[in-house]
Nanobody
Framework: QVQLVESGGGLVQVGGSLRLSCAAS????????AGWFRQAPGKEREFVAA??????????YYADVSKGRFTISRDNAKNTVYLQMNSLKPEDTAVYYC?????????????????????WGQGTQVTVSS
C-alpha cells in the first residue's frame, strides 16, 4: 500500500517561489510515474506536471501554464517527488496534489489525466497574494 504526504505549501507573494514535496511510503518512486495536479476553489482539478518512471525514460511533461516556471523532479534516496514553483501568480492559488502510477505504458499521452493514477496524497495549500 503506497501512501503519499504533500508538504511545502504556504502563502507567498506574486513572483515568489515554493518547493512542494511528496514523500512516499510503501514503494520506491523510481518504479512509478508521478504527477502534480491542483484544484482551485470552484474549479475542477487540473494537470500541472508529470515525470515518467526512471527505467523507461524519466521524461518530464508540463501544462502550458507551468512551462518555464515549474520543475518536477524526484530523489530516490529520499523517496520523494518535488515540484519547484517559481514566478508564482495569483492564479496559481490552489490545493496541490501529488499522484503515482506504477510503470505506466504510453505515459506521454495519459500522464495529464487524473484517472491515470493509482495513489493520491491529501494535498497542500498554495496561496499567492498580490
Amino acid at each position: 500500500q503506497v501512501q503519499l504526504v504533500e508538504s511545502g505549501g504556504g502563502l507567498v507573494q506574486v513572483g515568489g517561489s515554493l518547493r512542494l514535496s511528496c514523500a512516499a511510503s510503501g514503494g520506491t518512486v523510481n518504479d512509478y510515474a508521478a504527477g502534480w495536479f491542483r484544484q482551485a476553489p470552484g474549479k475542477e482539478r487540473e494537470f500541472v506536471a508529470a515525470i515518467n518512471w526512471i527505467l523507461w525514460s524519466g521524461d518530464k511533461y508540463y501544462a502550458d501554464v507551468s512551462k518555464g516556471r515549474f520543475t518536477i523532479s524526484r530523489d530516490n534516496a529520499k523517496n520523494t517527488v518535488y515540484l519547484q514553483m517559481n514566478s508564482l501568480k495569483p492564479e496559481d492559488t490552489a490545493v496541490y496534489y501529488c499522484a503515482l502510477v506504477y510503470r505506466p505504458n504510453n505515459f506521454a499521452r495519459i500522464g495529464a489525466r487524473s484517472d491515470s493514477y493509482d495513489y493520491w496524497g491529501q494535498g497542500t495549500q498554495v496561496t499567492v497574494s498580490s
